[in-house]
């Protein structure tokens, strides 16, 4: 037997929602306003390495209830597995090397304080 896709939608078995109405649902549970634009970044560019399934029907770009509760779901957990690493190692990746005491010192007496 064949395993389900988890990033296909079932356009038989899915509940299929535009993204004006995904938006709208997560405006309603997390009390923060969303547009398409918003979806339509996640489906290309992802969230924490999590893209949101889509499909195209007549020229328009649908998701489902189903792929957009995996989609919250999984990109929470990365985002949360990331903060575990982030915190194991010490570390964050964005984040800029600190200066050091001494480099401050340096340039404080550079500047004549």
Do not use: C
């Amino acid at each position: 037997m064949k395993h389900a896709d988890p990033k296909q939608i079932d356009t038989f078995t899915e509940e299929i929602i535009d993204l004006d109405a995904a938006a709208a649902h997560i405006a309603r549970i997390s009390k923060t306003k969303r547009n398409r634009r918003v979806l339509l970044r996640w489906a290309n560019r992802g969230l924490a390495g999590v893209k949101l399934p889509t499909i195209l029907i007549g020229g328009q770009i649908y998701t489902s209830k189903e792929k957009l509760n995996w989609f919250l779901n999984e990109s929470a957990n990365a985002k949360r597995h990331r903060r575990s690493d982030e915190t194991k190692t010490g570390m964050r990746k964005n984040r800029q090397e600190q200066p050091t005491d001494s480099a401050l010192e340096a340039e404080a007496r550079a500047l004549g304080i």
